[in-house]
């Protein structure tokens, strides 16, 4: 394809104006058309892009403006219908994360793709963050040794959803941050929390994620703090990293510490555990907005016919392990063990076996 891709993006509540305002920048691309049920989110989007046609028919907007692409920005309910529309029309589709409401409308999506051709990406935002990458390479490099652990809290006041808990909203960015890193899917996931406002919706859960080998990770997700958190620390038996999303310029530090106990002693009185402190240094980090390069990859993938880092098996497998914690979140807090098949993929949502939380724990 020469020509730049003509992209059109549905959904202009919260996050799609940031989508809009990134595909208007970005090199071989033509933002086209705007679509959202809503009026006066378009009459917003006329007065900033004057020369992006703003619709509020979805039929209108899928046929008219001869889109390559749709960008997907709604209520997760909407993912699935309306991506399920855009691939059937031939247009290579975007959809935020998480990428739908079920791993079945997940499949279909990644089926529909497959069988046109098409580009299929989720926005999993922060693998296209230069903090990301960078511990990525860290680790990759060993400087991190073999991780031990991670935990993640990304907390703040609101805002809360109607159509999903906190875990489906804010542990998306987690999850594909651990996966990532750790360059795995986990074998178990248990998931505890309450709705304290609407008490069908949790807006405060704690997940854990269990990896082979012992790997561990942990994630809290909450609408219901009054600070905004966003935090990750990597635990691995060389050296921990400490990640603050929040911080400008200093978003990742290295620790040289840890903590060693000695291979053999002779009665428990001598063990001595050895810990090391060494220096701590900060990475420098590029400035560039991680949804820059969100939208920028999804437009090469385009132009290159190539697979998104973040396609539709990423999005579904990261969409199963969010229906694992909902069946745990249903169970107390039991384990919901995921096998996986010989690619390494968790297997699909019929699988999922709730383990009852003494059994898990004798385990
Ligand atoms: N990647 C990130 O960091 C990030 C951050 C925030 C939100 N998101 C995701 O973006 C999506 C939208 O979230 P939001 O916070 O902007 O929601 P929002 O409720 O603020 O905005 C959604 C917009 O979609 C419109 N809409 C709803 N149904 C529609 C339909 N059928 N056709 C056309 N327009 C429709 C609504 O009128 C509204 O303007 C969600 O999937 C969310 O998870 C991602």
């Not at 703090?225 to 400008?248: A, F, N």
Request: net charge negative; aromatic share 8%.
């Amino acid at each position: 394809m020469t020509k730049p891709v003509s992209v059109g993006v549905v959904g202009c509540g919260y996050w799609g104006p940031l989508l809009i305002r990134n595909f208007s920048n970005v090199p071989n691309c033509n933002l086209v058309a705007v679509c959202d049920v809503s009026e006066a989110r378009l009459k917003h989007i006329r007065k900033l892009y004057p020369e992006v046609t703003a619709v509020t028919d979805w039929e209108r907007f899928l046929t008219d403006f001869e889109l390559d692409a749709i960008v997907i920005a709604t209520p997760v309910k909407f993912h699935h219908p309306l991506a399920q529309k855009s691939l059937l029309a031939g247009k290579h589709t975007f959809i935020e994360k998480p990428m739908a409401a079920s791993s079945a409308e997940c499949e279909s999506l990644i089926e529909i793709a497959e069988s046109k051709g098409l580009v299929l990406m989720v926005d999993h935002t922060f693998l296209y963050s230069s903090a990301v990458r960078k511990i990525a390479e860290l680790v990759r490099a060993g400087d991190i040794g073999d991780i031990r652990y991670i935990n993640s809290r990304r907390l703040n006041l609101g805002l809360f959803q109607k159509d999903i808990n906190v875990t489906w909203d804010l542990a998306p960015h987690d999850i594909s941050i651990i996966l990532h890193i750790l360059g795995e899917l986990p074998i178990a996931v248990n998931c505890q929390g309450n709705g304290h406002v609407t008490p069908a919706v949790e807006d405060v859960t704690n997940m854990s994620l269990t990896f082979r080998q012992g790997r561990f990770a942990t994630i809290q997700s909450s609408w219901l703090e009054p600070r905004k958190v966003r935090e990750m620390t990597i635990v691995g038996s060389r050296r921990m990293i400490v990640y603050d999303d929040l911080q400008t310029h200093e978003k990742i530090k290295v620790y040289d510490v840890r903590v060693e106990r000695p291979p053999h002693y002779d009665t428990f009185a001598e063990f001595q555990y050895s810990y090391h402190y060494g220096d701590s240094y900060i990475p420098h980090l590029n400035q560039e907005e991680p949804l820059k390069e969100v939208c920028r990859h999804f437009i090469d993938c385009i132009k290159t016919s190539t697979q998104p880092a973040s396609g539709g098996q990423e999005g579904l497998e990261l969409v199963r392990i969010l229906e694992a914690a909902s069946a745990s979140l249903k169970a107390k807090g039991a384990a919901v063990i995921l096998s996986q098949s010989a690619n390494g993929s968790c297997e699909p949502a019929e699988a999922l076996r709730v383990v009852p939380p003494l059994e898990a724990a004798g385990s």
